[in-house]
């Protein structure tokens, strides 16, 4: 089993709609956990930034982490072409030193106008 | 928010030359950074993580003396891959750790360094 699953999609919805974001992991170590969105042939953009367990709003985006469950969320409210991407979600054990990311291979996701 | 800047963001070699690139935090100290490569449609594999003043940490299967790292002061790495051959032509990524007080240790990403070696 892989330490984080995501599911590569792709996935297609209309303008306005919501989209809803998913990562399993399996290391119940992890306890810092990220949302990146990367656009075509660019360096990942960090979105949302959360630890332990909780929600996290900011604007359109909400991050949620169910700890108990090993199961990370990502929201998009009111989606708008622009949030064409590939969304990574990443998690790491600490948040010191030389700790690794952990990454999902990445939802592509497609806001048709 | 914080920037990483990577130079160059793209690059042709000839197969035998050596590239490097380079990784900067531009407004904050970063005593860890982190290099990767991306294949087309495939997510982020981690290389090796740089830490400042002493030598890098690879993971397993990543040649070291290919791929050298060097990350001499605390707000540049560089990654230079040595003697290149088409199979190293990929998308490498640096990333670096915000290590300033309250900064929550939050890793940002540079754009990228397309590499092709023909």
């Known amino acids: 089993q892989k330490e984080v699953e995501q599911d590569p999609g792709p996935l297609s919805v209309p303008e306005g709609a919501i989209v809803s974001l998913n990562c399993t992991y399996s290391?119940?170590?992890?306890?810092?956990f990220m949302w990146y969105r990367q656009y075509s042939r660019k360096g990942p953009e960090l979105l949302m930034y959360?630890?332990?367990?909780g929600n996290k709003e900011d604007g359109r985006f909400t991050a949620q982490v169910d700890k108990s469950s090993k199961y990370i969320s990502l929201f998009i409210r009111d989606s708008q072409p622009s949030d064409s991407a590939t969304y990574l979600c990443?998690?790491?054990?600490?948040?010191?030193?030389?700790?690794?990311?952990?990454f999902g291979k990445g939802t592509k996701l497609t806001v048709n106008p | 928010g914080a920037v990483v800047s990577q130079h160059p963001s793209w690059v042709i070699c000839k197969s035998g030359t050596s590239v490097k690139i380079e990784c900067r935090s531009l407004d904050f100290q970063a005593t860890t950074m982190f290099w990767y490569r991306q294949f087309p449609k495939q997510s982020l594999m981690l290389m090796a993580t740089s830490n400042e003043g002493s030598k890098a940490t690879y993971e397993q299967g990543v040649e070291k003396d290919k791929f050298l790292i060097n990350h001499a002061s605390l707000t540049l790495s560089t990654l230079t891959v040595t003697s290149a051959h088409p199979e190293d032509s990929s998308f490498y990524i640096c990333?670096?750790?915000?290590?300033?007080?309250?900064?929550?240790?939050?890793?940002?990403f540079g754009e990228g360094s397309w590499l092709t070696v023909v």
């Open positions: 990443a998690m790491s054990a600490g948040e010191g030193g030389s700790e690794k990311l952990v």
């Open positions: 959360t630890y332990s367990s």
């Open positions: 990333s670096a750790r915000d290590s300033t007080q309250g900064a929550g240790n939050t890793i940002y």
């Open positions: 290391n119940s170590a992890f306890q810092y």
